[in-house]
């Protein structure tokens, strides 16, 4: 109940992130790195995708029964590229659309989206027995940054 919960609201935010409320998308000095933000979301979240291959992805935070522990790809940068490819999405589109309140909403679905992960990270330990290590060695959202 608490990850459909979850990923409820995760949907709902990026809705009202993309929602034509308000000002015109992408205004005056926000169009190229709001664009920048929403191309590097897509760019990264298709790469996840392409890694996981079918069948081993999960909008839920719950590990699929018999799913295989991914470290290639983006995954050797951060163990939850699909979270930041959102968080990437979700940026471009606060800055493209350059309202206050837009900033909010992202604050609130980057909330939700550490609360998922670590309730699939308690899950993927108990279901991978590598992944302790992996999650040693490898940031959870942001390259490099430890």
Not at 2 to 31: C, D, K, M, N, Y
Not at 62 to 77: A, C, H, N, S, W
Request: aromatic share 10%; with cysteine; glycine share 10%.
């Amino acid at each position: 109940m608490r990850s459909r919960l979850l990923v409820a609201l995760q949907f709902a935010l990026i809705a009202a992130l993309v929602a034509p409320w308000g000002a015109p998308v992408f205004g005056a000095g926000t169009a190229i790195p709001g664009a920048a933000g929403i191309a590097a979301g897509v760019a990264v979240g298709l790469w996840a995708l392409f890694e996981n291959r079918p069948g081993n992805f999960n909008v839920r935070p719950e590990p699929r029964p018999g799913g295989r522990l991914v470290t290639t790809g983006p995954y050797r940068f951060v163990r939850h590229p699909m979270y930041a490819a959102v968080l990437l999405f979700a940026v471009g589109c606060a800055i493209g659309y350059g309202e206050p309140w837009r900033l909010a909403v992202l604050v609130a679905l980057a909330a939700v989206l550490h609360v998922k992960a670590g309730i699939e990270e308690r899950l993927l330990a108990a279901a991978h027995p590598g992944y302790a290590d992996y999650a040693r060695r490898t940031p959870r959202l942001i390259p490099f940054l430890r």
